[in-house]
């Protein structure tokens, strides 16, 4: 299982950017998937996660700003990024595992950069 981020990109200070996760193969209706990120010399952070059930959570730091969302269909997972701010700025990563974690994959990382 392969899983295939894109999406990121320069943007300034309040802009949008929406990321995609390409994920065949896996079942959402069974897996948790999630977007993590990590910045120049921090630790890998759970940005929001998505339950196979379809309940969501988001880091207090993205609330309001930010929205998971999947397409089951299309075994595609989004993170809308709106009023994006400097410390935005990370390699955002998407996250797909089983409830046990016995099953976990990652994605290559997509870059997104905010100019102040």
């Known amino acids: 299982v392969q899983l295939q981020a894109s999406g990121g990109g320069l943007v300034q200070a309040g802009g949008s950017l929406r990321l995609s996760c390409a994920a065949p193969?896996?079942?959402?209706?069974?897996?948790?998937m999630g977007w993590f990120r990590q910045a120049p010399g921090k630790q890998r952070e759970l940005v929001a996660g998505?339950?196979?059930?379809?309940?969501?959570n988001y880091a207090d730091s993205v609330k309001g700003r930010f929205t998971i969302s999947r397409d089951v269909a299309k075994n595609t997972l989004y993170l809308q990024m709106n009023s994006l701010k400097p410390e935005d700025t990370a390699v955002y990563y998407c996250?797909?595992?089983?409830?046990?974690?016995?099953?976990?994959?990652w994605g290559q990382g997509t870059l997104v950069t905010v100019s102040s």
């Open positions: 996250n797909a595992h089983s409830w046990n974690k016995a099953y976990e994959y």
């Open positions: 193969g896996i079942a959402f209706v069974v897996y948790n």
């Open positions: 998505i339950a196979s059930g379809g309940s969501t």
